[in-house]
């Protein structure tokens, strides 16, 4: 729709034609995590786990300081990509696969998330849809890997989203 003040856009994640394979996207900007939003995501999904929340007690394991909850590395990696790959795009999340943290992540450290395209075939039981599988990666400030993860996900084909 135009208007006076020129064409409206809408952001929105691709299609499913528009997925290629090898292709990887980097989501930035990246994201410094504190450790509020530490503290803040463990106790908000009932984490209670004192390396993530107990300063002292972490002191005295083996990483030397709390470590940001993985769950967390987790989440932010993929809600990293949404805006651009998958925001009004999706059907369905169907699954993960290989989940793995490498490296430690701490408070302090900054976040950088990427994810590559490692398949794409049309459902073959739902007109109109794709099954799209992803690799998303966090790295830290360093370029050290702290999170790798697969994820299988079902999308719309251009033009039979209702």
């Not at 049309?122 to 993860?149: P, T, W």
Request: charged share 20%.
């Amino acid at each position: 729709m135009d208007d006076a003040a020129g064409v409206r856009i809408e952001q929105r994640g691709l299609w499913f034609e528009e997925f290629e394979v090898g292709a990887t996207y980097l989501h930035k900007p990246g994201r410094t995590i504190t450790e509020a939003d530490n503290i803040l995501f463990s106790n908000i999904t009932g984490n209670a786990q004192a390396l993530h929340l107990d300063s002292h007690f972490a002191a005295s394991q083996p990483f030397g300081k709390p470590l940001v909850n993985s769950m967390m590395t987790l989440a932010m990696m993929v809600g990293a990509s949404v805006a651009q790959l998958t925001q009004g795009t999706l059907v369905a999340n169907l699954g993960f696969g290989e989940v793995e943290f490498p490296h430690p992540l701490y408070p302090g450290d900054t976040l950088y998330c990427e994810t590559s395209v490692t398949e794409a075939r049309l459902s073959k039981s739902r007109a109109g849809q794709g099954i799209v599988s992803l690799e998303h990666r966090g790295l830290n400030q360093d370029g050290v890997v702290v999170g790798r993860a697969t994820r299988s996900t079902l999308i719309w084909c251009e033009g039979a989203r209702p």
